[in-house]
T-cell receptor, first 111, second 111 residues
Framework: DAGVIQSPRHEVTEMGQEVTLRCKPI?????LFWYRQTMMRGLELLIY????????DSGMPEDRFSAKMPNASFSTLKIQPSEPRDSAVYFC?????????FGPGTRLTVT | EDQVTQSPEALRLQEGESSSLNCSYT??????LFWYRQDPGKGPEFLFT???AGEEKEKERLKATLTKKESFLHITAPKPEDSATYLC????????????FGTGTRLLVSP
């Protein structure tokens, strides 16, 4: 398996623009997680899905953030409008249960 | 609130100099404790899962142990390629597959 795939790997955008991050989980995994990592706060869980259904979105910082999982092989995290404080590395991870497997991350810079 | 604290924040070792990293936790009920390794610019890579006090897991120069309040990651005779950030995470009984991460220990092993 290719592992968890994320795109783009790097994104630079201006404040106020819409940003969409994409994730393809490992085939057969039924849980998908979105995390944000910063130097100040470490790795924070934003939202996670089970069988394409959002289970816990309590980590989503604001209404500007939204996530969808239209099918078992694809998920998006959208930020609209983006702000400089959203600059971070965003990771997607998937699991069947137990250990989670992480993608390579998307480094987002909002200027 | 479930909390995970890792110490030290950073550790510098000489090649061959053994040491231990600490992960202390306060949770409502522990389902599992996970160790990950993260290299710069990459996603966390799974190392070990521990489920009960007294359990130990080994992989090459790494050994993870678990008590009722903390976990240790022992590094024996480290090599420069062991340099990375080591993350600890807990899964609690009420959190389904959710992981709560510590902020990590940055390990640098000098030749």
């Amino acid at each position: 398996d290719a592992g968890v795939i994320q795109s783009p790997r790097h994104e630079v955008t201006e404040m106020g623009q819409e940003v969409t991050l994409r994730c393809k989980p490992i085939s057969g995994h039924d849980y998908l997680f979105w995390y944000r990592q910063t130097m100040m706060r470490g790795l924070e869980l934003l939202i996670y899905f089970n069988n394409n259904v959002p289970i816990d979105d309590s980590g989503m910082p604001e209404d500007r953030f939204s996530a969808k999982m239209p099918n078992a092989s694809f998920s998006t995290l959208k930020i609209q409008p983006s702000e400089p404080r959203d600059s971070a590395v965003y990771f997607c991870a998937s699991t069947l249960g137990g250990e989670q497997y992480f993608g390579p991350g998307t480094r987002l810079t909002v200027t | 609130e479930d909390q995970v604290t890792q110490s030290p924040e950073a550790l510098r070792l000489q090649e061959g100099e053994s040491s231990s990293l600490n992960c202390s936790y306060t949770v409502s009920g522990l389902r599992g404790l996970f160790w990950y390794r993260q290299d710069p610019g990459k996603g966390p890579e799974f190392l070990f899962t521990l489920y009960s006090a007294g359990e130990e897991k080994e992989k090459e120069r790494l050994k993870a142990t678990l008590t009722k309040k903390e976990s240790f990651l022992h590094i024996t005779a480290p090599k420069p390629e062991d340099s990375a950030t080591y993350l600890c995470a807990v899964q609690v009984n009420t959190g389904f597959q959710k992981l709560v991460f510590g902020t990590g220990t940055r390990l640098l092993v000098s030749p």
